[in-house]
C-alpha cells in the first residue's frame, strides 16, 4: 500500500473529484457549476442556483417553476415535527435544534430509494422546503408562541422571514437576503460538506446526510463564525478601541473571528459581496456603528496579517447584514443551513453517482504488546 504523508486537517488532500463548485484562494474566484458567483449574486435566485448546483444546468423556465412550484407546496411541515420542537429547551442553541429536527424528518420519511430519482427529487425538494420553517418555527416557539404557517404567495426568501418576524418583509431586505443564501450555498471541500459526503457513502438516508453535516457546520471555526464576529465587534465597542484589540488577540496568540480561510489568500469573494449588501441596507434602514468598528477592524488586520495571506471570509460582513435585519444571533449559523443544504444535497447526489464508502488510514503512534495491568496493581 501506498504510504502518505500525514496532513492535519487533510490539507490539500482530494477527498472527491467533483464539477459543483470551484475557489481559485489566489485570486479570489468563486464559481458554481462554471459560473462566477458575482454573476449569480446580481442575476439568479436561491431556488434557481439550487437547482444549478444540484441537477448541474441553469434550469429552463419550465423547469424552474415546477421546481418553485414543488418547493413551495412541501414548505408545511408535521405537527408531530412541531411538538417535538416545542419540547426542545428554550435556551438551547437553534442549531442543535436544527440538526435534530433534520434528522427527526428521516423517521417519517425512512423508505431509502437511493436509485430511483424521483425519491433523489422529493427529499431535495423536501429538504429545501423544509428546513426555513424549521428554523423559523423554533424561533417562535423558544419565545412562547406558535409557528407561524408558511405564506404560498411569498417567494422563498420573503416567506422565511415572514415566517421569522410575522411580518411581510421589505422588499428590498428580501432580496438581499436571497443573494446571502446564494453567497452561502456551497463551497468546494469544506468540513460540513465532507461530512455530507462522508455520511451520504455510507448510502444512509438524506436526512441523516443533512443532520451531520448540521452539526458540523456549526462549530466556530466553521458556520459558527459568524455569531462570534458579532460578539467581537460588541466587545470591542469602538472604533479606537479596534487596535488595542487586535493586538492583544494576536500578542495571545487568539484567533480574529472572521478573518483568515484555508484557501483563500485574498479577501473573500463573498465578503466583498456581503459587504456592498451591508451598505444597501445601511443606505435604506440608517447606519450601524459595528460597521465602522468592522472596517477599522478589516484595515488592522490586513496591516498586521495580510503578509500571511489573512482577509474577511464569508463570516465576517454575513452577521452585520442580517443584524441590520433585527434577526437574532443566533440563527445566523442556522441560516448558513438553510442555504448550505442545497450545496450539501449536490454532494449527496454527486457522492451516490459514483460512490465508494470513505475509509481513511491513520498513523498510528500508540503503544503495542501493551501489559494489562491488574485493576489493583493500577
Ligand atoms: N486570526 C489570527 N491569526 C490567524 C487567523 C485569524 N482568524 N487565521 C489564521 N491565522 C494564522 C494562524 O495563527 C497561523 O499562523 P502561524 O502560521 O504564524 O502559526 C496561520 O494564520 C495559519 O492558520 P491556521 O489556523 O493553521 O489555518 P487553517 O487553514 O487551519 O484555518 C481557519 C482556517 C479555521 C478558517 C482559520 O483562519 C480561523 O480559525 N479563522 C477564524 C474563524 C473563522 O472565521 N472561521 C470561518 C471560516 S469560513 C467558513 O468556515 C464558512
Known amino acids: 500500500m501506498m504510504v502518505c504523508e500525514y496532513k492535519p486537517g487533510l490539507e490539500g488532500i482530494p477527498a472527491a473529484q467533483s464539477s459543483i463548485s ?17 454573476e449569480l449574486a446580481a442575476k439568479s435566485t436561491f431556488i434557481e442556483t439550487a437547482y444549478l448546483l444540484i441537477w448541474g444546468e441553469l434550469p429552463t423556465k419550465e423547469e424552474l417553476a415546477a421546481f418553485e412550484e414543488e418547493v413551495r407546496l412541501h414548505r408545511r411541515i408535521k405537527y408531530r415535527i412541531r411538538d417535538m420542537m416545542k419540547c426542545f429547551p428554550e435556551s438551547g442553541h437553534p442549531m442543535d435544534a436544527l440538526q435534530a429536527s433534520a434528522a427527526a424528518l428521516g423517521l ?15 427529499s431535495v425538494v423536501r429538504l429545501i422546503a423544509t428546513i426555513p420553517t424549521m428554523v423559523a418555527a423554533f424561533q417562535l416557539m423558544r419565545k412562547g408562541n406558535d409557528p407561524v404557517k408558511p405564506r404560498d404567495d411569498l417567494d422563498y426568501s420573503a416567506n ?8 411581510e418583509p421589505d422588499a ?20 460540513s460538506t465532507f461530512s455530507a459526503r462522508v455520511t451520504a457513502s455510507t448510502l444512509t438516508d438524506p436526512y441523516a446526510v443533512v443532520a451531520s453535516a448540521v452539526g458540523t457546520l456549526g462549530g466556530p471555526l466553521h458556520g459558527g463564525a459568524n455569531e462570534e464576529v458579532i460578539q467581537m465587534l460588541e466587545e470591542i465597542g469602538s472604533v479606537e478601541n479596534v487596535r488595542p484589540y487586535v493586538e492583544e488577540r494576536l500578542q495571545n ?8 480561510h484555508r484557501v483563500y489568500k485574498v479577501k473573500d469573494p463573498r465578503a466583498i459581496i456581503l459587504q456592498d449588501l451591508a451598505e444597501q441596507l445601511f443606505d435604506k434602514f440608517g447606519g450601524d456603528k459595528y460597521y465602522d468598528i468592522a472596517q477599522e477592524m478589516e484595515r488592522v488586520v490586513e496591516e498586521k496579517l495580510g503578509h500571511k495571506g489573512i482577509y474577511p471570509n464569508v463570516d465576517f460582513y454575513s452577521g452585520l447584514v442580517y443584524r441590520k435585519m433585527g434577526i437574532p444571533t443566533d440563527l445566523f449559523t442556522p441560516i448558513f443551513a438553510i442555504a448550505r443544504v442545497a450545496g450539501w444535497l449536490a454532494h449527496w447526489k454527486e457522492q451516490l453517482a459514483e460512490n465508494r464508502i470513505f475509509r481513511p488510514t491513520q498513523v498510528y503512534n500508540g503503544k503495542h504488546e501493551a501489559p494489562y495491568i491488574p485493576l489493583e496493581q493500577r
Open 172 to 191: 428590498l431586505a428580501a432580496k438581499i437576503f436571497d443573494i446571502c443564501l446564494i453567497l452561502h450555498v456551497e463551497h468546494t471541500m469544506n468540513a
Open 22 to 38: 470551484y475557489v481559485d484562494g489566489q485570486k479570489g474566484i468563486l464559481e458554481y457549476r462554471g459560473i462566477r458567483i458575482e
Open 108 to 122: 417519517f420519511y425512512s423508505l431509502r430509494d437511493l436509485h430511483n430519482p424521483a425519491y433523489i427529487r422529493d
Open 160 to 167: 422565511f422571514l415572514y415566517m421569522l418576524n410575522e411580518k
Open 253 to 260: 496568540k487568539q484567533k480574529l473571528m472572521g478573518f483568515g
